[in-house]
């Protein structure tokens, strides 16, 4: 991992160094590890790497680009697609608008149903009443 990729990407989400170490799920206790990371003094495994880009919202790829340019591109790109992505939470929370909004449908279909078959039967000529 490149570290001053980490301090940027950290610098961005207007994180300490404490805050990603936190929301990462390192200890406190080693949260000082974090400036070693951004140093290059230490380098993180890689599931520590995919943690700290999930919590600064930037690829994973990101955070081993060597090239200034490229490692920007990365990001743009990353933004743009962001837009369309959900996470879980947000996924049920739609599926379960989804189940509501098909069960209003079907009362409301059902509610208009009842209200046509009474207009049409006090349309009725009473010899053709039920």
């Known amino acids: 991992m490149i570290g ?4 940027t990407a ?3 989400a207007k994180m300490t160094q404490t805050e990603l170490a936190t929301r990462a799920g390192i200890d406190e206790l080693t949260a000082s590890r974090i400036s070693h990371y951004e140093t290059d003094t230490h380098s993180p495994n890689f ?6 880009a999930e919590v600064l919202g930037v690829p994973e790829c990101y955070l081993y680009c060597r090239d200034d340019v490229l490692a920007e591109q990365l990001l743009a790109i990353h933004k743009r697609h962001k837009r369309f992505r959900f996470n879980p939470g947000e996924i049920s929370e739609l599926e379960r608008a989804e189940v509501q909004l098909q069960a209003a449908a079907q009362t409301i279909h059902s509610l208009l149903n009842r209200r046509m078959d009474i207009l049409i039967s006090e349309d009725l000529p009473s010899s053709m009443k039920p």
């Open 4 to 7: 001053k990729r980490l301090k």
């Open 10 to 12: 950290r610098k961005a």
């Open 47 to 52: 599931q520590q790497a995919c943690r700290f």
